[in-house]
């Protein structure tokens, strides 16, 4: 039962450099996520996948872009780091969005120096 | 669009003491509701929803929260907290988009610290 997994956990980039975050489901969900989570910010959506073929800007979408590869990849790339990127990024998939619940990877904490 | 408010960034409580964590939410004719959980280094984890019917909703860990319509409100509330409690709790609201898919709202999260 791995659920959301993403990948690398930890990640340290200089400012200009790229870099994609991976995310696989095997739970067979429509719909994947992105989020940010900041210190007293909560979680910030950055991108989203209603369904396979499919992705809409969140809240946050300035800086990424995301590819759903097939029903259960779903990735987030930065052409170009930056500081204020420096976060903890969380994928997430639901059955189908609205009164499903999110599962959520363990999470990968990037660095922007 | 949805917006949801957690107004209390910390909130520390002693021992088998009872807690309520506040969450409000922008109104909506319809509004499905979550609680989640997250304990250090980990990603969140479902500890409650409300889609429809009864007001009050309980979790397996004696969780509960109740939802008001006319205040907007979807508090969380233990009777008597653990140790064990000690996490940050996010509140969520569904909202559909202009495109017609759905998406998740998160407010900024209550840390709750239990005290021995």
């Known amino acids: 039962n791995a659920g959301v997994t993403q990948t690398p956990k930890f990640q340290v980039l200089k400012t200009g450099q790229s870099m994609t975050l991976q995310c696989a489901q095997d739970?067979?969900?429509?719909?994947m996520y992105w989020y940010r989570q900041d210190p007293g910010m909560g979680l910030r959506l950055i991108y989203y996948s209603a369904s396979e073929g499919t992705t809409d800007k969140g809240e946050v979408p300035n800086g990424y872009n995301v590819s759903r590869l097939n029903k259960r990849e779903f990735s987030l790339r930065l052409e170009s780091a930056a500081p204020s990127q420096t976060s903890v990024y969380f994928c997430?998939?639901?059955?189908?969005?609205?009164?499903?619940?999110?599962?959520f990877g363990n999470g990968t904490r990037l660095t922007v120096t | 669009a949805q917006s949801v408010t957690q107004l209390d960034s910390q909130v520390p409580v002693f021992e088998e003491a009872p807690v309520e964590l506040r969450c409000n939410y922008s109104?909506?004719?319809?509004?499905?509701l979550f609680w989640y959980v997250q304990y250090p280094n980990q990603g969140l984890q479902l500890l409650l929803k409300?889609?429809?019917?009864?007001?009050l909703v309980e979790s397996i860990n004696g969780f509960e929260a109740e939802f008001n319509k006319s205040q907007t409100s979807f508090h969380l509330r233990k009777p008597s907290v653990h140790i064990s409690d000690t996490a940050e709790y996010f509140c969520a609201v569904s909202d559909r988009g202009t495109s017609g898919t759905y998406k998740y709202i998160f407010g900024t999260g209550t840390r709750l610290k239990v005290l021995a």
């Open positions: 997430a998939s639901s059955e189908q969005g609205g009164t499903a619940p999110l599962h």
């Open positions: 109104s909506s004719v319809s509004v499905y």
């Open positions: 409300y889609l429809s019917g009864s007001t």
């Open positions: 739970m067979n969900h429509n719909s």
